[in-house]
């Protein structure tokens, strides 16, 4: 009896699916988000000298030759520039959480509630929350998972 309550606890249990060294909440009743500052430690306001001083070398660098911008890739982690400026800090490859503001989020949909709240508006591919004039995509695919995560300035979109 107490293995199947213990399988029960681990499988429904909000907690379940994150990793042992997480930020885990403490008994605040409103943790969400009123900024965002960083996404994997990377801010909107940094420049090129900046992110290479905290991720080093890019693993490849691709320009646009037509639109200018240009896409450092580090790993599955993307900094998409414009001249000297950050235009989107993007994680593909199907992630399994995210870190805003130093603070790691599952991305499963309780941490997603309790940390953000209620989407902005539901795009049709995916979910978007907006602090000020930054702009946080969850992009989910025909099943609602989530695929990619971007921070982007929401002025310039």
């Known amino acids: ?5 213990l399988l029960l606890w681990s499988l429904l249990s909000p907690w379940a699916g994150g990793t042992p060294d997480m930020h885990v909440p ?8 009123e900024t965002f500052s960083t996404f994997d430690g990377i801010s ?7 992110v290479t001083t905290k991720l080093g070398e890019a693993d490849s660098t691709v320009r646009d030759p037509y639109t ?3 896409e450092y890739r580090y790993g599955n982690l993307v900094v998409g520039m414009y001249e000297e400026s950050i235009y989107y800090i993007s994680r593909d490859k199907r992630p ?4 805003l503001n130093g ?20 795009a049709e591919d995916g979910d978007v929350y907006i602090r ?23 002025t310039v979109s």
Not at 132 to 154: E, H, P, Q, V
């Open 132 to 154: 000020g004039y930054s702009a946080l995509k969850l992009f989910r695919d025909d099943s609602g998972s989530i695929i990619a995560a971007d921070l982007f300035d929401d």
């Open 103 to 122: 603070i790691v989020i599952p991305l499963k949909e309780f941490w997603l509630r309790y940390y953000l709240g209620e989407p902005d508006f539901i």
């Open 1 to 5: 009896m107490i293995q199947i309550t």
């Open 96 to 99: 399994d959480e995210i870190v």
């Open 68 to 70: 200018g911008f240009t």
């Open 44 to 50: 909107l306001a940094d420049g090129l000298e900046d």
């Open 26 to 33: 403490d008994a605040s009743p409103n943790m969400q988000l």
